[in-house]
């Protein structure tokens, strides 16, 4: 049984290998055009954020398990595989601890105004001070606010916890357009108007590509600002530079882009974005949590063998 890892580098951590009998190879990466022929004769193929879509799995006859070194899948056509019986498997709650926590770093450093004040000190102004401390741009307190979040998973509900904990009022948001508000979520519009803190936590998919835009920008406060540790397409980039150049939002955080690395650029890397921080898509990357979504994405490749696949997606 061959197994091909193709992006053995992605993941920082020891990946263990499968207690089965089997053939092993990897690739630190892989360019999108190399992986029919890196993958030709594999049953098995590990990957994390290449593409395989219809025209990769009918070049790949002897493919039949495709394992996530990831939760999201929409690098993965998973009709095409269905129809073929090829199983997918991802990992799951291995960020638990490490997403929320990112989360609440970013909501911290923009609310208490963090890297303005560490630039005023390195800038000598505090040096040049007439009082003891320097003031001049808004520091708030994540007590008292409103954290309003969209996506109720694992991540969604641990970064909910921790901003309870901080003694935040939670709103979920129901799902846009939504005819009817279930138990325990806001419409996604009260949301959107309540919120000072929003937190993306809902995977992409054909409804949320695009679901923070011009319009729903434009409803949520003028003090609020906006967290995405999610996927970057969950945003419309350019409405939120418009955005925040405009001031209609306070500031926003984002972990994820539309595409990852940015090798074209990005409208929110525009040096003249105010109030934004862009972190590299590392709010999963935890020590712990990357050696949980090594271990687990094997035991996913051995459950498969023994014939009783785990965290299917097809």
């Not at 279930?182 to 993306?200: K, W």
């Not at 419309?236 to 209609?248: C, I, M």
């Amino acid at each position: 049984m061959r197994i091909v890892c193709l992006e053995r580098a992605s993941i920082p951590a020891p990946l263990p290998r499968p207690d089965v009998e089997h053939e092993w190879l990897e690739f630190e990466s892989t360019q999108q055009d190399q992986v029919v022929g890196r993958l030709s004769g594999a049953r098995i193929a590990i990957v994390n954020k290449l593409r395989i879509g219809a025209a990769e799995l009918a070049a790949l006859q002897d493919l039949q398990m495709i394992s996530l070194l990831a939760t999201g899948a929409d690098n993965i056509d998973l009709a095409a595989c269905a129809a073929r019986g090829i199983v997918v498997s991802n990992v799951r709650g291995y960020a638990v601890h490490s997403v929320p926590e990112h989360a609440i770093l970013l909501m911290l450093a923009l609310r208490r105004s963090l890297f303005d004040y560490v630039a005023d000190v390195r800038g000598g102004r505090w040096a040049r001070a007439p009082s003891f401390c320097l003031t001049g741009h808004p520091v708030r307190d994540l007590n008292g606010a409103t954290l309003g979040i969209i996506g109720r998973g694992a991540l969604g509900a641990a970064t909910a916890n921790l901003g309870a904990a901080f003694g935040m009022r939670i709103l979920f948001a129901e799902r846009k357009g939504a005819d009817l508000v279930r138990e325990g979520y806001a419409s996604f519009e009260q949301v959107l108007g309540e919120a000072d803190v929003l937190s993306l936590h809902c995977p992409l998919g054909p409804a949320t590509r695009g679901l923070i835009g011009a319009a729903e920008l434009a409803r949520m406060k003028p003090e609020a600002i906006l967290v995405n540790t999610a996927r970057g397409a969950l945003v419309d980039e350019q409405a939120l530079a418009d955005a925040l150049r405009a001031g209609r939002i306070a500031g926003a955080a984002v972990d994820v882009l539309s595409q990852e690395p940015p090798r074209e650029g990005n409208p929110l890397l525009a040096a003249d974005v105010p109030n934004l921080l862009v972190t590299p898509h590392i709010a999963w990357g935890s020590s712990g949590a990357m050696r949980e979504l090594a271990a687990q994405a094997i035991r996913n490749v051995e459950a498969f063998v023994a014939g009783t696949p785990r965290n299917r997606l097809a």
